[in-house]
């Protein structure tokens, strides 16, 4: 049988987690299941109330943004946990990305996309109690966590009472935990950070490096059987 995340070993041995001023409730910014899986079971084995906040007018195409957000809804509803469904505003993030489209991952049209996404749940956090958020986004080791900490950190500053939180979900064994959870719970494993700009990147290496281009809605992580 399949075992559950109460009693998997992702669960045990776990470090409680301990917020900036002690906030129990935290909005979470999901960009998808397999980078969420891991601050959601963390947040849950620490008592923390969480609500999934997933804004992510980024990913491209609609396909793809409905299977990344179909799978976050599926392990929240498994954990009882609230999920906000926020607008896939692209024409918006079509435009602020304009004249970036030859950027690389990690430069200014990734700052853009983070202050986009956070803005918002900053924006949601203000209108609706929470005095802590924080996202999931910084746990991908292909991400600069730096970076999105500033991102996060900014965007707050405009709402009294909003903090962003700059835990490092990689740390203590965050960052094996999140692919033992992904593979337990066999979520889509996407294959591009999620814009266009990035599908094209990642299409253009694997040509160049004699892989097989990307096909949407096509692997899972999957557990191994021994
Ligand atoms: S590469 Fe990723 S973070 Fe950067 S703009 Fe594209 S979707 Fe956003």
Same mark, same amino acid.
């Given at each position: 049988?399949?075992?559950?995340?109460?009693?998997?070993?992702?669960?045990?041995?776990?470090?409680?987690?301990?917020?900036?001023?002690?906030?129990?409730?935290?909005?979470?910014?999901?960009?998808?299941?397999?980078?969420?899986?891991?601050?959601?079971?963390?947040?849950?084995?620490?008592?923390?109330?969480?609500?999934?906040?997933?804004?992510?007018?980024?990913?491209?195409?609609?396909?793809?943004?409905?299977?990344?957000?179909?799978?976050?809804?599926?392990?929240?509803?498994?954990?009882?946990?609230?999920?906000?469904?926020?607008?896939?505003?692209?024409?918006?993030?079509?435009?602020?990305?304009?004249?970036?489209?030859?950027?690389?991952?990690?430069?200014?049209?990734?700052?853009?996309?983070?202050?986009?996404?956070?803005?918002?749940?900053?924006?949601?956090?203000?209108?609706?109690?929470?005095?802590?958020?924080?996202?999931?986004? %910084?746990?991908?080791? !292909?991400?600069?966590?730096?970076?999105?900490?500033?991102? =996060?950190? +900014? /965007?707050? #500053?405009?709402?009294? %009472?909003?903090?962003? !939180?700059?835990?490092?979900?990689?740390?203590?064994?965050? =960052?094996? +935990? /999140?692919? #033992?959870?992904?593979?337990?719970?066999?979520?889509?494993?996407?294959?591009?950070?999620?814009?266009?700009?990035?599908? +094209?990147?990642?299409?253009?290496?694997?040509?160049?490096?004699?892989?097989?281009?990307?096909?949407?809605?096509?692997?899972?992580?999957?557990?191994?059987?021994?």
């Amino acid at each position: 049988m399949k075992s559950t995340f109460i009693d998997s070993p992702t669960m045990q041995n776990r470090p409680v987690l301990e917020t900036p001023n002690g906030e129990k409730k935290v909005l979470l910014h999901s960009c998808c299941a397999p980078c969420a899986g891991e601050v959601m079971e963390a947040m849950v084995a620490s008592g923390l109330e969480l609500t999934i906040f997933f804004y992510n007018p980024n990913i491209h195409p609609k396909k793809e943004y409905e299977i990344r957000k179909n799978e976050n809804i599926r392990y929240a509803e498994q954990l009882g946990i609230p999920f906000v469904d926020a607008d896939y505003d692209v024409q918006d993030w079509f435009a602020r990305a304009k004249g970036m489209e030859r950027e690389p991952e990690r430069g200014v049209r990734c700052t853009m996309c983070f202050d986009m996404r956070f803005a918002r749940t900053a924006l949601h956090a203000y209108e609706n109690g929470f005095s802590l958020y924080t996202s999931s986004l %910084g746990i991908s080791r !292909w991400k600069n966590m730096e970076q999105i900490n500033d991102c =996060g950190t +900014r /965007m707050a #500053e405009a709402y009294e %009472g909003v903090k962003y !939180w700059t835990y490092n979900w990689r740390k203590e064994g965050g =960052g094996a +935990r /999140m692919y #033992e959870i992904a593979k337990r719970e066999e979520f889509y494993q996407q294959e591009y950070c999620g814009c266009i700009y990035s599908l +094209r990147d990642t299409n253009e290496w694997r040509e160049k490096n004699g892989r097989e281009k990307i096909v949407i809605g096509e692997k899972f992580y999957e557990e191994k059987i021994v």
